[in-house]
């Protein structure tokens, strides 16, 4: 069985994800990363050649390439609960933990690492903050439903948090 880590960007899908996968002896995936050196690509480069249309589609790809291996640890892109068919691949052989924070510590996360927030294409027209509340109350329903729990990374150490993860997902692997 997989560990799945859904949520926005800025939830710690990507930091946690990494620790808990060194924790549990597991290969991390990244499903963002995986594209971009699939594609040779940046995820913005792929929104400027093919729109966020095309980066679904290699997402759902990538999505469904990754989730047929098992005992990994996977980190999803923001996005991903939006379609369907991913839900049904990630939750097929996977344990999914939806990491959510505090919309404006997301926005000081993302605001503080520039590096990678010049690399994600804005998704609307609205202002970064607004943005992240009108996505995040979009998506609300769709990463609730996916989720077989919920973590709220927005005061939990990076210790505390992957400690927490590890404990739930082997409690979940030995009530199998």
Not at 21 to 36: G, N, P, S
Not at 81 to 97: D, H, M, W
Not at 151 to 160: C, N, P
Request: with cysteine; net charge neutral; aromatic share 6%.
């Amino acid at each position: 069985m997989n560990l799945i880590f859904i949520g926005f960007r800025g939830t710690g899908k990507s930091t946690l994800g990494k620790r808990v996968a060194r924790m549990l002896d597991r290969r991390f995936v990244d499903i963002d990363v995986y594209i971009e050196e699939k594609e040779g690509k940046q995820i913005k480069e792929i929104f400027e050649d093919g729109g966020e249309k095309r980066f679904r589609e290699l997402e759902i790809e990538a999505v469904e390439a990754v989730c047929m291996s098992d005992d990994m640890v996977i980190a999803t892109g923001g996005g991903a609960v939006i379609n369907e068919i991913n839900v049904k691949n990630l939750k097929r052989n996977g344990f999914v933990i939806l990491l959510e924070s505090d919309p404006d510590i997301i926005y000081r996360r993302i605001s503080r690492n520039k590096a990678r927030s010049t690399q994600r294409p804005a998704l609307t027209e609205k202002d970064p903050a607004d943005e992240i509340r009108h996505l995040l109350a979009s998506r609300y329903e769709l990463y609730h439903k996916c989720a077989d729990i919920v973590l709220d990374t927005s005061k939990e150490s990076l210790g505390s948090a992957s400690k927490a993860v590890v404990t739930v997902f082997r409690e979940k692997m030995e009530g199998k």
